[in-house]
């Protein structure tokens, strides 16, 4: 079992950072891969980006690639988003997840523990 804990979403004017955090609790957190998915009003989950185990290897959305970064520390559990010049179709709510595996995958069914979602909003 894992249990994930989302934090650090707000209201941020378009241009502007956020970063997000996710701490984890129960498996050794450095055994498997994190990954990031969001959830716009009325569109399906899609997958923002995912990390490996050690955080050597990092995978993105092409539509935030060069915008967002997604890093992990291991020794406190947590695994980060930091997101950068965000757009207003940034807007949603972002689920961070725990893989099967300590490979990233973009897949949503290769990660099997949820967070219970924070909310994004940029406005224009």
């Known amino acids: 079992q894992v249990q994930l804990v989302e934090s650090g979403g707000g209201l941020v004017q378009a241009g502007g950072s956020l970063r997000l955090s996710c701490a984890a609790s129960?498996?050794?957190?450095?055994?498997?891969?994190m990954g990031w998915f969001r959830q716009a009003p009325g569109k399906e989950r899609e997958f923002v980006s995912a990390?490996?185990?050690?955080?050597?290897?990092?995978y993105y959305a092409s539509s935030v690639k060069g915008r967002f970064t997604t890093s992990r520390d291991n020794a406190k559990n947590t695994v980060y988003l930091q997101m950068n010049s965000l757009k207003p179709e940034d807007t949603a709510v972002y689920y961070c997840?725990?893989?099967?595996?300590?490979?990233?995958?973009?897949?949503?069914?290769?990660?099997?523990?949820w967070g219970q979602g924070t909310q994004v909003t940029v406005s224009s």
């Open positions: 990390i490996n185990w050690s955080g050597g290897m990092q």
């Open positions: 997840a725990a893989g099967r595996s300590s490979s990233a995958s973009s897949r949503s069914d290769s990660f099997g523990y």
């Open positions: 129960g498996r050794t957190f450095s055994s498997y891969a």
